[in-house]
């Protein structure tokens, strides 16, 4: 028995690649992964936008006279910028009158209770203010777009690390 074995005149044949079309396709799939690999971070990094004075106004009247506990449902935070002490919660006292700043006690996990100062700098933000150091740390003030979240962050201006605290 003999099988017929028709060839197709029209087959293709493998088309050897050029050094040059290796070298643009080495070139492409580089730029591709670049671009997969760090458009993520582009997309989370947001910089943090210092409020105006009537913003920071309103910002200390928020926070007068309220508490924070410190958000561990991802591990215990600490900031190198704060001695990695473990700042458990914040409270702060009352406003003080024509000065865009608060005082504010601090709990610190396995060390005596320590007071620090939130104070508004033009043009940087809110500083956080420890043992009359001004700390390289920003804080930010955040309220969820349905008004129900109240936020706020310290962020370590050298470690670009975060602790968010939430309302009690």
């Given amino acids: 028995m003999q099988e017929n074995q028709q ?40 910089p943090i936008n210092p409020p105006q004075e009537e913003e920071a106004i309103d910002v200390v009247a928020r926070l007068a006279n309220t508490s924070w506990q410190l958000d561990e449902t991802e591990g215990t935070p600490t900031l190198s910028e704060l001695y990695d002490l473990v700042l458990s919660s914040i409270s702060f006292s009352g406003r003080d009158a024509g000065l865009q700043q608060l005082d ?57 690390g975060r602790m968010y605290y939430l309302k009690i």
């Fill in 7 to 46: 060839t197709d005149p029209q087959q293709e044949v493998p088309e050897k690649l050029s050094k040059t079309k290796i070298a643009i396709l080495t070139v492409f799939s580089l730029v591709m992964l670049f671009l997969l690999a760090f458009s993520c971070y582009g997309c989370s990094y947001q």
């Fill in 104 to 160: 504010m006690d601090l709990t610190l996990r396995d060390e005596p209770s320590a007071s620090g100062t939130l104070l508004f700098v033009p043009d940087e933000g809110f500083g956080f203010l420890f043992e009359g150091d001004l700390l390289p740390i920003q804080v930010v003030y955040d309220v969820s777009r349905d008004g129900n979240t109240e936020t706020l962050t310290l962020v370590g201006e050298e470690s670009n």
